[in-house]
């Protein structure tokens, strides 16, 4: 039989332990957003340049929206967190995500999307310009420390 090696020695430094936060699960609930976001994204994406029933996608970001502002309201009412460092992030975020957002609706126009498509396409690109940040700014602020 072979001799099992020994455990490793313990490490020099250890690594810090972030305490845990009382938060609302918002990455959660950003990620379902997300996920209807994309699901009623590739929906129409699968029927254009057709003629594309909308009552899905309506419903999709509808479900999303409600989500998002449920999330917001949630994330509102968290005591001891790093709001100065959320709020740091989420404008960086936002300033990326309002150009991203801006590209994808000028090809939308581009290629000729119009009328009730292009205004659910739209409203999918808001829920998605602010729920990215979003969970950026509160994933990096949940492990800050709330005094800084």
């Known amino acids: 039989m072979s001799a099992l090696p020994s455990p490793a020695a313990p490490a020099a430094h250890p690594i810090p332990t972030v305490p845990e936060r009382d938060l609302p699960p918002v990455t959660e609930v950003a990620i379902a ?18 003629h594309v029933t909308l009552a899905l996608p309506i419903v999709l970001l509808a479900l999303a929206a409600v989500l998002l502002i449920a999330n917001i309201a949630m994330l509102s009412r968290a005591r001891d967190f790093a709001w100065r460092r959320f709020s740091q992030v989420a404008r960086w975020g936002l300033l990326a995500y309002v150009v991203i957002a801006g590209m994808l609706e000028y090809v939308f126009v581009y290629d000729g999307v119009s009328g009730g498509t292009l205004v659910v396409l739209s409203g999918m ?6 729920n990215v940040p979003l969970i950026l700014a509160f994933t990096v602020a949940r492990y800050a420390d709330p005094e800084v």
């Open 125 to 130: 690109l808001l829920v998605f310009g602010i």
């Open 33 to 50: 957003t997300l996920t209807l976001i994309v699901a009623g994204g590739i929906y129409l994406a699968a029927k254009m340049p057709g």
